[in-house]
């Protein structure tokens, strides 16, 4: 029995929201937006170009072209400050037990994620070998919530949509994964994530069983 195993990565194999915050708060501050946690957690999930045109949008600016196109740059410059930092004790916790049980009951694996640092963080990390295929923000036109990161990494793997399963923590991520016809595993909060199959606070809580169930049903 084969299913298709696609992983988000932010927020799901490793907490890189901390350092968006940081970098998008040195940006807002700059620009005299008060930006705060409570906000960033609305900009999980959500593209570049779109957490961007959020803060402006929460502070009441209107920039040019030009320094949106400038302040992108910026903010990706100072978060890869913070990702080129990072080792293997930054994978979340039992993300290595998860894959490893993936991989000895050889299920194909893929990523999906909206970042367009994706293979920098999984070599960071030393966890790129685990993919058959990764899918990422390079590689679609049309973000989250919309299902195209999904459906191609479901593809690169050779799996029907049905036949996937989406480890997302995200509101977006998780409607993008109903919306290819996979199945939402949330990995959060049930009152955020109450929209997916299935709820778990993180992969610790998700035992084998579980692993095997979603391989067999
Ligand atoms: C998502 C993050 O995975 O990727 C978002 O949750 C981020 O916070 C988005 O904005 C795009 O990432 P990047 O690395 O291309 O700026
Ligand atoms: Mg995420």
Redo the contacts with the bound molecule.
Sequence with gaps: NKKGFIF????VIVDT?KY?FLAWQKLAKGLDINFTEKENEQ??????VR?LEKILAWGNKTISDQLFQDLMGKK?EE?LGYIAEMDESEILPDVPRVLQYLKTNKQPISLG?????ARTILERVHIISDFDAIVD?NDVSKAKPDPEVFLIAAKEINMKPEDCIVFED?VAGVEAANAANMISIGIGSKDVLGHADYVFNDFTEMSDDFLKFLIEY
């Design positions: 988000d990565l932010d927020g929201a968006h900009l999980k999930g959500v593209s570049r957490s990706n978060y994620s909206a970042s367009k640092n923000g995200s």
